[in-house]
């Protein structure tokens, strides 16, 4: 009798919480699939950055309501972390071969690059360690991606992952739209060299695809393989930069008693990222799987992006508006510069 009743509250408390977090999950959802729809029509903008602005606009207006909570800030965190993972079965080793030395070179310079100068700007300006951080890793990396894997790791707030995150895609968008025109305008017809532009420096897989299908078909291909080593770095970032803050944390602990946190293990998504891409590697997952997971990493994203504009307070993130425009804007132009400049310096 006793289970009996035991099974039966353990079956309300799982339905209780369905249906707490079921209004907000959906409504991410159907944000995501009229995101996707959108896309057809505005292709250059992609379904991603669509599902944030649009979240953005509904969270602030029609859909501010506290009923949604629990559910856009599961979409925001697991829905995130599944697409990390689902991810790595669409990456390969083999690939990243085709780019050459000079690529490699190009790729591993543009990253540490981008990081220190974001993070030393950010410091300059007067963010916190973890918001520099993330503005680092997410411009230098994989834009949304990146950030949902170093934030756990560095102990940063939901506030600072969403801000940061609004902020990248944003950022990313205005690149998506210039590195096509500003490719076509230095290197002409050289495909290799507005290929290294365009995946050397844009932040999401979608947004590569996007201003890399402007010029043709060919800048597309070669575009994804310097994305695709970048996002095979992430787990490094990751790791490094847990490192780091963990070192600051402990160095700030002589000054102030602050609560220990374990800092060194990675999250699991990011360690499943990996294993999924070395399975792939050595195995080479059939076609049909890998595109499976491809498919349901980016519907995972796009709903999760949704989510984050659903939850960003609008009048928070603009009261310093201003501040973060500007870091935002000074983080592309410095990226801009610096591939440019490795470009021509590495011949590529």
């Known amino acids: ?111 540490s690059l981008t990081i220190i100068a974001s993070y030393v700007l950010g410091k300059k300006m007067q963010f916190s360690d973890n918001m520099s951080l993330l503005m680092a890793g997410g411009n230098a990396v994989c834009g949304s991606s990146a950030v949902a894997s170093i934030a756990p790791a560095i102990h940063a707030k939901e506030e600072e992952k969403g801000q940061i995150i609004t902020l990248v895609n944003l950022l990313g968008t205005i690149l998506m739209l210039l590195l096509p025109i500003i490719g076509s305008l230095i290197y002409g017809s050289d495909i290799l060299t507005k290929s290294a532009l365009i995946g050397g420096i844009l932040q999401s897989v979608g947004q590569v695809v996007a201003s890399a299908s402007m010029v043709n078909g060919e800048v597309v291909e070669l575009a994804m393989l310097f994305k695709i080593m970048r996002i095979m770095l992430l787990v490094v970032v990751v790791y490094f930069f847990g490192k780091f803050k963990q070192q600051r944390s402990a160095f700030s602990s002589t000054v102030e008693v602050t609560p220990k946190k374990k800092n060194g293990a990675l999250p699991w998504y990011v360690v499943g990222f990996v294993l999924f891409c070395v399975i792939n590697s050595l195995v080479h997952l059939p076609a049909q799987l890998s595109e499976t997971a491809h498919f349901f990493s980016g519907w995972f994203e796009i709903t999760a992006l949704a989510a984050i504009g659903l939850r960003l307070d609008f009048q928070k993130f603009f009261k310093e508006g201003k501040r973060f425009l500007i870091y935002g804007l000074s983080v592309g132009l410095i990226q801009v510069i610096l591939a440019i400049a490795l470009i021509s310096l590495l011949r590529i």
């Open 1 to 111: 009798m006793n289970d009996l009743v035991e099974n039966n509250n353990v079956k309300h408390s799982y339905l209780t919480k369905a249906m707490i977090i079921l209004p907000g999950l959906i409504t991410a959802f159907i944000v995501a699939v009229i995101s996707k729809i959108v896309a057809i029509w505005l292709p250059t903008l992609g379904a991603a950055t669509i599902a944030i602005l649009l979240g953005i606009l509904l969270g602030n207006t029609f859909l501010k309501n506290p009923v949604l909570e629990k559910g856009t800030k599961v979409a925001e965190g697991k829905l995130l972390e599944f697409s990390v993972v689902l991810l790595g079965a669409t990456v390969t080793f083999q690939t990243i071969a085709q780019i050459g030395v000079s690529g490699g070179i190009f790729v591993l310079l543009q990253m």
